[in-house]
């Protein structure tokens, strides 16, 4: 299988007549059992799979076309190609065909092609009507010769058998002959005559009588005859551009005669395809199936000719790279490889993997970098066709070069950075070359292009390299044009830094002197736009809009990259300056960029926006609009319809507490309307939450905490110390109303704002309890003071730091809170149900959260009382 004579590329006719590779591999003819016949089988190379396997049909038309292509239809509309290396063979194949078939080998078509319309009257002809008799090749007879072309062109079966008869007779070298006669006495009929017939000798779709028609030998002529179309008052002049317009440049010496003729051939051959024939009609479309066929088995020809000939493209790269080498030289040598490329274009997937492969090898990166800075803009066009049909191939082996030259070169005369400041020097008024260097870019800073393996993830990998080596380089004129002093070198107003808080440092004089969360609603009555510098160039608005599409493309697949160089550039505040734009197109690209990132709901980006007050410029946008119903209007209602419906909270307190005031008398739109609405269900949401909160601190969660103490006291404290019990007073010995309470608190303020608690250590607070016998009788209160231990060593506090103290009561008082003042009234409360249930009050238990243990007891169920009275009593 290693015989180089049966390596053969497979090849199928798609839907669009153009011919797909379906793989490389060997061909031979056995006998296949399931197929009941001699097949002809392919295996591909790379691993012996089966490529073909198709069986040698008796009936089947096979047909051999340059001494190296075997072609033939299965079924309708399925037509089949070998492409063999050697001729040999293809020789040696279609041998084997014929014998199957019973014909001779020296023919070039082993059936004649039948339509099944004809297939009966073509049974009842007798054999020796095979072949149309065809005039005599002479003058007079030119209108015969034309009109039996022309009727033959409806029946395929006339149509193959007129080939047959001009290729066994050598017909069409004697009608040109003609043609030099009539061009030599000027016969202008016989020259409309062989317009005709010629046109329609291409018509019979013929591989055979191609190579006839296109040898060195007759193209020219066949050229010449179509130059005289009998529908144009004077004759084209094809031959004259062919020869003389038309330069052939050899930018390296082709030593290879064969390849040389092949590239004359096809260019020729191309010329007559596009230009001198007329767009065939819908039923004429398939005539000329067979000349596309030609024309793209020689394309793929060259190709691999010139991939081979490694010392030709070693040269080529060579001079092209040389500093010597002069401008045209170099104009054409680029041209040579935009050329070479587009020819690559033919190749299928896998030759086109090679192709490029070999060109990078050759190092076609490095040699684009050169030619891509020089001045000659012919030669930077054809640079940018080159290096977009590499970026097309592989983005990936375009991003592997760029990287690995960063860690050689500087970042100026980075690959990148040199397209990206041609995009930005285009001096093209519509910007064409900038349009498709931004398409590339794009390209290659897509993530969905790019490989993830086990050891590197080319994603993180480039994307780092991008934003810390060309960003800079991508965003330079839009700084630059948004900024007030265009010679400054920061061109930045304020520096965010992304971190869990936004902090915002001024480092330039600017409209905005401070991000602020809020502003005057007076002051919002429209921008200034005579204050602001924006650009009004037209070019210069087209570039600045692509910059702009391009870094929305960033917002909307890069996240983490774009967001740390927005925040830390505040780009998004120097992007809205174009709001003021008198483009419309402009504004509308920097309200696009905006709405992107509050598309994305990421609350960092939302904080950004509302610390740095940048709803503004697109507020003012708006009010300077008017009433006009236009593009820009539609597209700020909206953003903030956006904001309403997704209820992004952070945003719509921030617009409505700040520009609600401005915005209320847009009517024609219920958003703004809404937005407050939003505003205020959620403003009522917070405040009943607030207020659930508090309850529950105060009836749940504190109860559950003391509990929680009680236990952790009696587990790991032991038994508390308690004085003996002393009988407590009759009831009437405590205030009996809170007016009676409030008279003795007013009677001792003074003492009580010496005994406010005070902070002693971390965890710790200072309460003063008072007795109402003892303050009756005028004697010195007596006070207990609760002390939290000192920290321990590794800094926290002991144990009985949130524990309580253990006070003892010598008679029945009155309990005075000094932490919590204004629970007063409950503790009264508490205390007489207490007394009322017979508990005996001898003692109580404080606890960090500013309370009497028995302060909870007010908000328990009644049948808990007794029970809660015996935990804090001991009883």
């Given at each position: 299988m290693s015989d180089t004579r049966r390596r053969v590329k497979v090849y199928t006719l798609n839907e669009d007549r153009q011919w797909d590779d379906r793989g490389t591999g060997h061909v031979s003819s056995t006998y296949v059992e399931e197929l009941k016949g001699m097949s002809l089988l392919v295996r591909a190379e790379s691993d012996g799979s089966l490529l073909l396997e198709s069986k040698i049909n008796p009936n089947t038309a096979y047909q051999k076309q340059q001494d190296t292509l075997i072609v033939w239809s299965e079924a309708e509309n399925y037509d089949l190609a070998l492409s063999f290396q050697e001729k040999a063979g293809c020789d040696e194949i279609w041998e084997k065909i014929c014998q199957v078939q019973g014909k001779d080998p020296s023919v070039e078509v082993t059936q004649d092609l039948i339509d099944e319309s004809e297939e009966e009257r073509f049974e009842e002809m007798p054999e020796t009507s095979h072949l149309i008799d065809l005039p005599t090749c002479e003058l007079n007879k030119l209108e015969e010769i034309a009109d039996l072309v022309t009727s033959v062109l409806s029946s395929p079966i006339r149509r193959e058998k007129l080939a047959l008869a001009l290729e066994n007779e050598g017909y069409i070298k004697k009608l040109l002959q003609l043609f030099q006669a009539c061009e030599n006495l000027e016969n202008t009929e016989g020259l409309h005559h062989l317009y005709e017939i010629i046109r329609g000798i291409l018509f019979l779709n013929k591989a055979t009588l191609f190579e006839v028609m296109f040898s060195d030998e007759c193209i020219m002529d066949v050229v010449g005859c179509l130059e005289y179309d009998p529908a144009l008052a004077q004759p084209k002049r094809h031959r004259e551009f062919l020869t003389k317009t038309a330069k052939?440049?050899?930018?390296?010496?082709?030593?290879?005669?064969?390849?040389?003729?092949?590239?004359?051939?096809?260019?020729?051959?191309?010329?007559?395809?596009?230009?001198?024939?007329?767009?065939?009609?819908?039923?004429?479309?398939?005539?000329?199936?067979?000349?596309?066929?030609?024309?793209?088995?020689?394309?793929?020809?060259?190709?691999?000719?010139?991939?081979?000939?490694?010392?030709?493209?070693?040269?080529?790269?060579a001079q092209l790279t040389d500093e010597a080498t002069d401008d045209d030289k170099r104009r054409e040598l680029v041209n040579f490889f935009k050329e070479f490329c587009a020819f690559s274009q033919t190749l299928q997937p896998q030759n086109r993997d090679a192709f490029f492969k070999t060109l990078a090898k050759l190092g076609i990166l490095p040699a684009l970098e050169i030619v891509m800075g020089m001045d000659d803009l012919q030669v930077r066009s054809a640079a940018t066709d080159i290096f977009s049909y590499l970026v097309e191939f592989s983005p990936s082996m375009v991003r592997e070069f760029v990287m690995q030259e960063a860690q050689q070169s500087d970042d100026d005369i980075l690959l990148i950075n040199v397209v990206i400041e041609q995009m930005i020097c285009d001096t093209d008024p519509e910007l064409g070359g900038a349009v498709q260097l931004m398409g590339l870019l794009r390209t290659l800073i897509d993530p969905e292009n790019m490989l993830a393996t086990t050891n590197k993830t080319e994603k993180s990998e480039f994307l780092n390299f991008f934003y810390n080596h060309c960003m800079h380089v991508l965003t330079a004129p839009l700084l630059t044009n948004t900024s007030e002093d265009k010679c400054a070198k920061d061109f930045f107003l304020k520096?965010?830094?992304?971190?869990?808080?936004?902090?915002?440092?001024?480092?330039?004089?600017?409209?905005?002197?401070?991000?602020?969360?809020?502003?005057?609603?007076?002051?919002?009555?429209?921008?200034?736009?005579?204050?602001?510098?924006?650009?009004?160039?037209?070019?210069?608005?087209?570039?600045?809009?692509?910059?702009?599409?391009?870094?929305?493309?960033?917002?909307?697949?890069?996240?983490?990259?774009?967001?740390?160089?927005?925040?830390?550039?505040?780009?998004?505040?120097?992007?809205?300056?174009?709001?003021?734009?008198?483009?419309?197109?402009?504004?509308?690209?920097?309200?696009?960029?905006?709405?992107?990132?509050?598309?994305?709901?990421?609350?960092?980006?939302?904080?950004?926006?509302?610390?740095?007050?940048?709803?503004?410029?697109?507020?003012?946008?708006?009010?300077?609009?008017?009433?006009?119903?236009?593009?820009?209007?539609?597209?700020?209602?909206?953003?903030?319809?956006?904001?309403?419906?997704?209820?992004?909270?952070?945003?719509?307190?921030?617009?409505?507490?700040?520009?609600?005031?401005?915005?209320?008398?847009?009517?024609?739109?219920?958003?703004?309307k809404g937005l407050k609405t939003k505003y205020e269900q959620e403003k009522d949401r917070q405040n009943q939450k607030l207020n659930s909160n508090r309850f529950r601190r105060d009836a749940k969660a504190l109860e559950e905490d003391e509990e929680m103490w009680f236990n952790e006291d009696e587990e790991e404290e032991g038994k508390a110390v308690v004085a003996p019990v002393e009988k407590s007073k009759p009831e009437d010995d405590f205030p009996d109303n809170y007016e009676k309470f409030m008279e003795t608190k007013k009677a001792k303020e003074s003492e009580d704002k010496e005994n406010l608690p005070k902070r002693t250590s971390p965890g710790g607070f200072k309460f003063t309890f008072s007795h109402s016998a003892s303050a009756a009788n005028g004697t010195n209160s007596k006070s207990v003071v609760a002390q939290t231990p000192p920290a321990t060593s590794n800094g926290s506090s002991s144990k009985t730091t949130n524990l309580a103290t253990t006070v003892t009561a010598t008679k029945s008082t009155y309990i005075q809170c000094l932490y919590c003042a204004s629970h007063w009234a409950r503790t009264i409360n508490i205390i007489s149900i207490l007394k009322k249930l017979g508990t005996t009050v001898s003692h109580l238990y404080l606890n960090k959260y500013h309370a009497l243990a028995v302060c909870r007891v007010l908000q328990l169920q009644k049948g808990y009382y007794h029970q809660v009275g015996y935990s804090i009593c001991g009883v």
């Open positions: 052939f440049k050899e930018v390296i010496p082709i030593t290879d005669s064969e390849l040389r003729q092949k590239i004359h051939q096809t260019y020729r051959v191309q010329y007559i395809q596009d230009i001198i024939l007329p767009t065939p009609s819908v039923f004429e479309e398939n005539f000329l199936s067979t000349l596309t066929s030609f024309i793209f088995f020689n394309k793929v020809e060259i190709v691999s000719m010139l991939q081979e000939d490694e010392k030709f493209l070693s040269e080529v790269f520096h965010y830094r992304y971190s869990w808080s936004f902090v915002c440092t001024p480092s330039h004089s600017h409209s905005h002197s401070t991000p602020s969360s809020s502003i005057s609603q007076d002051n919002i009555v429209g921008s200034n736009k005579n204050n602001t510098i924006c650009p009004d160039n037209y070019q210069t608005a087209q570039l600045l809009a692509l910059i702009l599409e391009l870094l929305t493309f960033c917002v909307e697949h890069h996240t983490y990259h774009i967001k740390n160089y927005i925040m830390n550039k505040d780009l998004l505040r120097r992007v809205l300056v174009l709001m003021n734009s008198k483009h419309t197109f402009l504004a509308l690209c920097a309200l696009r960029f905006m709405r992107r990132i509050i598309g994305l709901k990421d609350e960092f980006y939302n904080r950004y926006i509302t610390k740095g007050n940048l709803f503004e410029p697109v507020i003012n946008a708006l009010l300077d609009n008017g009433t006009r119903y236009n593009l820009l209007n539609s597209a700020v209602i909206e953003l903030f319809e956006f904001i309403r419906v997704e209820d992004i909270k952070s945003l719509t307190a921030h617009i409505v507490e700040n520009f609600y005031k401005a915005l209320e008398s847009i009517e024609y739109v219920q958003t703004f």
